[in-house]
């Protein structure tokens, strides 16, 4: 079966950090640029971050940038999204999404078009 696997969501204090998991199982993540995304109750989701299929290449949004980092680990065929000085605004439903074919930029924009979504996992920041 052909998926995306998010992990590491939580209860975290403004200010903590949490960091994301995105595994993908039955499929190599290389050649697929890589996004996470997050949607709060009554919200659009946006894009939060994306990464390149294999230059590196990052996307930030700016209500993120300074705090999160994207990285990928080809090897391990993951996917992770180190949150830093969480703030109540991440609360949301936190995605990852693959996709062939596109840049960082290109991939944060479009919030509903990928080749693979996760289930998605609850990060909550409250104190």
């Known amino acids: 079966q052909l998926q995306l696997v998010e992990s590491g969501g939580g209860l975290v204090e403004p200010g903590g950090s949490l960091r994301l998991t995105c595994a993908a199982s039955g499929f190599t993540l290389r050649g697929y640029a890589i996004g996470w995304f997050r949607q709060a109750p009554g919200k659009e989701r946006e894009g939060v971050s994306c990464?390149?299929?294999?230059?590196?290449?990052?996307n930030y949004a700016d209500s993120v940038k300074g705090r999160f980092t994207i990285s990928r680990d080809n090897a391990k065929n993951t996917v992770y999204l180190q949150m830093n000085s969480l703030k109540p605004e991440d609360t949301a439903v936190y995605y990852c999404?693959?996709?062939?074919?596109?840049?960082?930029?290109?991939?944060?924009?479009?919030?509903?078009?990928?080749?693979?979504w996760g289930q998605g996992t609850q990060v909550t920041v409250s104190s």
């Open positions: 999404a693959a996709r062939r074919s596109t840049t960082p930029q290109a991939m944060c924009a479009m919030t509903r078009n990928a080749d693979y």
């Open positions: 990464i390149s299929s294999s230059t590196g290449t990052t």
